[in-house]
């Protein structure tokens, strides 16, 4: 079962940030977060991974809270084609753990 | 990131008939590959894990009959649907993840293959 608890959708403006929350509460100590995105149609796509610092790449930043018991994902800039569904996932960052997805939040880039 | 692609993307077949799915890692070797399916609006479901050289482990209410993983290669796992049903029809993703140059802990997606059975 999934171990992440996310709003089932969300709306966001063209051009600004926007802000996903995931709640998991339950989180262990040697499980990082990841976030995916799974555009219509199309396999999910890697966005970032932390443990309990901050981290940003070229696509976004997550923020993760001191207790680690939820985190943020932040597109920085939305644009259309950031249309998608945003998974929230936990799991073990060593050996081969498989990523067990939750429902997700539908986020709908508004022009 | 690293490269997983699926073939065929789309495929429609006849009740009864079988159809095979090959998912490659194109830039780094594989050790595990996992299979899911995906229903219309729906999660990514679990279907079984396979690690190179070894049987896949089929999670639970997956028919380990129906649904043949092989795992033959560290580039290469395929699924191969047997006897499809109208009730099989689905989006089915790869996902693989392993050495090379990317951390082995990251699994990356193929673009999936949206079955069809008529």
């Known amino acids: 079962d999934a171990k992440t608890t996310q709003p089932p959708s969300m709306d966001c403006a063209e051009g600004r940030a926007a802000n996903l929350p995931c709640n998991h509460s339950?989180?262990?100590?040697?499980?990082?977060v990841y976030w995916y995105r799974q555009i219509h149609s199309q396999g999910p796509q890697y966005i970032i991974h932390?443990?309990?610092n901050n981290e940003t790449n070229e696509m976004a930043s997550l923020i993760i809270t001191e207790d680690r018991k939820s985190s943020t994902l932040i597109l920085p800039h939305a644009t259309l084609r950031d249309t998608a569904v945003y998974y929230c996932i936990v799991r073990p960052n060593f050996g081969n753990e498989k990523l067990t997805f939750g429902t997700g939040t539908r986020l709908t880039i508004i022009p | 990131g690293a490269v997983v692609s699926q073939h065929p993307s789309r495929v429609i077949c006849k009740s009864g008939t079988s159809v095979k799915i090959e998912c490659r890692s194109l830039?780094?070797?594989?050790?595990?590959m996992f299979w899911y399916r995906q229903f219309p609006k729906k999660s990514l479901m679990l279907m079984a894990t396979s690690n190179e050289g070894s049987k896949a482990t089929y999670e639970q209410g997956v028919e380990k009959d129906k649904f043949l993983i092989n795992h033959a290669s560290l580039t290469l796992s395929t699924l191969t649907v047997t006897s499809a049903h109208p009730e099989d029809s689905s989006f089915y993703i790869c996902?693989?993840?392993?050495?090379?140059?990317?951390?082995?802990?990251?699994?990356?997606f193929g673009q999936g293959t949206r079955l069809t059975v008529v």
């Open positions: 339950t989180i262990s100590g040697n499980e990082y």
């Open positions: 932390g443990l309990k």
């Open positions: 996902s693989a993840i392993g050495r090379g140059n990317f951390e082995n802990t990251e699994a990356f």
């Open positions: 830039d780094f070797q594989a050790t595990t």
